[in-house]
């Protein structure tokens, strides 16, 4: 019976070390994903709120500029678009912390995983908030689009860049159509190629540590 006890005893500390190894490697992997992802995302978060303010500058100047009723209130939508998708990344900004490695390894890990479970969020969500919302702006601002004339409007650069004809607005739409559905995709990649397969790495060495 003792020999049997000291086999056991032997068995099971093999494993904890085994475990163990296997944990430190896994922890060094995830950590260099983490700081790989998290970069990417300070620099999306930098990219796309610098976008929005640009966005803000230059529907503001359409909106006091074109004088089309409709294309005007595309404009006012499209400003308070941009002003919710800074508040967005801001958000996701100051949540994208770094790991404190003063915590445990635990208390790591749980932190690091509400990031990602954020950023999952925010990713598999982006058809209903980054996608949609500005294709039905883009719509209303093309379709509010008029004949110049009849309003006694003329500004050369707006409306060589602008699609006032039929055929231009709608081969404008088709290319805003395919544009957010592309950005949709890219989105969905990156939540399938990056942020679930980390939120899966935590939690397979979460399990681990629970079994050390």
Do not use: H
């Not at 409709?70 to 994208?96: H, P």
Request: with cysteine; hydrophobic share 45%; proline share 3%.
């Amino acid at each position: 019976m003792l020999e049997q006890e000291l086999k056991d005893i032997w068995n099971n500390s093999s494993q904890s070390k085994r475990i163990s190894i296997e944990t430190k490697q896994l922890n060094e992997e995830l950590n260099t994903k983490i700081n790989s992802i998290q970069k990417k995302i300070i620099s999306r978060d930098i990219r796309e709120i610098s976008a929005s303010l640009i966005g803000i500058l230059l529907f503001g100047y359409l909106l006091f500029e074109i004088p089309f009723p409709i294309t005007k209130v595309a404009c006012g939508l499209a400003i308070v678009w941009f002003v919710f998708v800074i508040v967005k990344y801001r958000k996701s900004k100051l949540q994208n912390t770094k790991t404190d490695f003063s915590l445990t390894v635990s208390e790591q890990l749980s932190n690091q995983k509400i990031i990602m479970l954020q950023q999952s969020s925010l990713l598999d969500s982006a058809l209903y908030w980054y996608a949609i919302p500005p294709f039905i702006m883009n719509f209303i601002f093309i379709l509010g689009l008029e004949n110049p004339i009849d309003y006694n409007w003329t500004n050369s650069v707006a409306e060589s860049l602008l699609p006032l004809s039929s055929k231009f607005k709608i081969i404008t739409l088709i290319g805003l159509a395919l544009f957010y559905t592309f950005t949709f995709w890219i989105n969905k990649r990156a939540l399938n190629r990056d942020v679930k397969p980390t939120i899966e790495s935590i939690e397979k060495m979460q399990q681990q540590i629970k079994n050390i």
